[in-house]
């Protein structure tokens, strides 16, 4: 079993910036790779990053590239992503999520983060 938390959402003007933080518990040995997802409202969940175990490979969605940053910290068991000049269509829910090397998935319960313009 994989236990994800999510942290550091919130409000924040166009333009802005904030950081979202995944922590990580249970068997964090089987993680295979990880990645941050969003759901706007009416809207399917999307991907916005993803991030090898070894942290070497990272993949961004295409609204997202050049403003958003992923990481890990494997010191601290966490998995951040650091978003700048953030746009109102930004505003979504953020789920942390992890697959194993026995592919299943793990999901956070989400943190919202609400851009205004």
């Known amino acids: 079993q994989v236990q994800l938390v999510e942290s550091g959402g919130g409000l924040v003007q166009a333009g802005g910036s904030l950081t979202l933080s995944c922590a990580v518990s249970?068997?964090?040995?089987?993680?295979?790779?990880m990645g941050w997802y969003r759901q706007a409202p009416g809207k399917q969940r999307e991907l916005v990053a993803t991030?090898?175990?070894?942290?070497?490979?990272?993949n961004y969605a295409d609204s997202v590239k050049g403003r958003f940053t992923i990481s890990r910290d494997y010191g601290k068991n966490t998995m951040d992503l650091q978003m700048n000049s953030l746009k109102p269509e930004d505003t979504a829910v953020y789920y942390c999520?992890?697959?194993?090397?026995?592919?299943?998935?793990?999901w956070g319960q989400g943190t919202q983060v609400t851009v205004s313009s």
């Open positions: 991030i090898s175990s070894g942290g070497g490979i990272t």
């Open positions: 999520n992890a697959v194993t090397v026995f592919s299943r998935t793990y």
């Open positions: 249970g068997n964090i040995f089987s993680i295979d790779a």
